[in-house]
């Protein structure tokens, strides 16, 4: 009655009556509810199976340690990275790199929904404030290939949450062999030179969180920090889904 005398048609009302009394399905299983009762995010069980990072992370690379040192043994092994901190989301198990292939490889978009909250969540418990999110982009060949660059939207969802501005400050002036196939002394040179800065003057004194995927030696990220710092930038900080450990 409340809702036909507001003039709301009663099927609306019903409907939305029914999702809040129905959670959409967890959108990686399509079956569980989601764990936090809100929609679009993952269940229980999923949640069980990929688990987020706490506790003591390496400053370096945002994975997960133990012992009295401040890195991780792989970042102690190598040179300094360019950027400040670094975050990850998840511990990198099996489930969460399928989720993450869902993502990249298998058009499901959707999936950055959830992804980008957990992120933000994280970014509030360590209260990261930045003046804008740069996604590490894709070149313009791979983007058509794939309709989409998953770091772009995973990056939206997050700036959306933190209410931090998301700017494509980077651009993929090369076309590069994935870095998945390649050795690390490969994929160092593979991506030389692979970025520029489409805008230096947003760039100049900002503090930036760079975002990806995955990190794996780093190569990509060390080459994109650079490039924002070279222009200007103040502060680059990285966050990623996860990262993953060669040991
Ligand atoms: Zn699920
Ligand atoms: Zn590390």
New binding site residues.
């Given amino acids: 009655m409340t809702a036909a005398r507001h003039g709301v048609p009663w099927f609306r009302f019903f409907s939305g009556a029914l999702e809040t009394l129905l959670p959409l399905?967890?959108?990686?299983?399509?079956?569980?509810v989601p764990f936090d009762g809100t929609p679009n995010m993952?269940?229980?069980?999923?949640?069980k199976r990929m688990p987020m990072i706490r506790g003591k992370v390496c400053r370096t690379c945002g994975a997960e340690i133990d012992g009295i040192f401040e890195s991780c043994s792989e970042c102690m092994n190598h040179p300094k990275p360019p950027w400040t901190r670094a975050y990850a989301l998840f511990r990198y198990t099996d489930e969460v790199l399928d989720c993450i292939h869902l993502f990249k490889y298998q058009g499901r978009t959707e999936l950055a929904r959830p992804l980008g909250r957990l992120a933000a969540g994280l970014a509030d418990a360590e209260s990261l404030r930045y003046d804008c999110i740069v996604p590490v982009p894709l070149h313009w060949r791979r983007f058509l290939k794939r309709g989409y660059n998953q770091s772009a939207l995973f990056a939206r969802q997050l700036g959306g949450h933190l209410g931090i501005p998301v700017r494509g400050l980077l651009r993929r002036v090369r076309h590069t062999k994935q870095q998945a196939f390649l050795t690390k002394n490969e994929r160092n040179s593979n991506i030389a030179g692979a970025f520029s800065i489409s805008d230096s003057t947003v760039a100049e004194m900002c503090s930036i969180l760079l975002v990806d995927d995955v990190m794996t030696t780093g190569a990509t990220l060390r080459e994109a920090a650079g490039v924002l710092l070279e222009n200007g930038a103040e502060r680059v900080d990285v966050l990623v889904i996860a990262r993953r450990q060669r040991n």
Wanted: glycine fraction near 22%; charge should be neutral.
């Fill in positions: 399905p967890c959108p990686l299983c399509g079956k569980g993952f269940c229980g069980e999923c949640m």
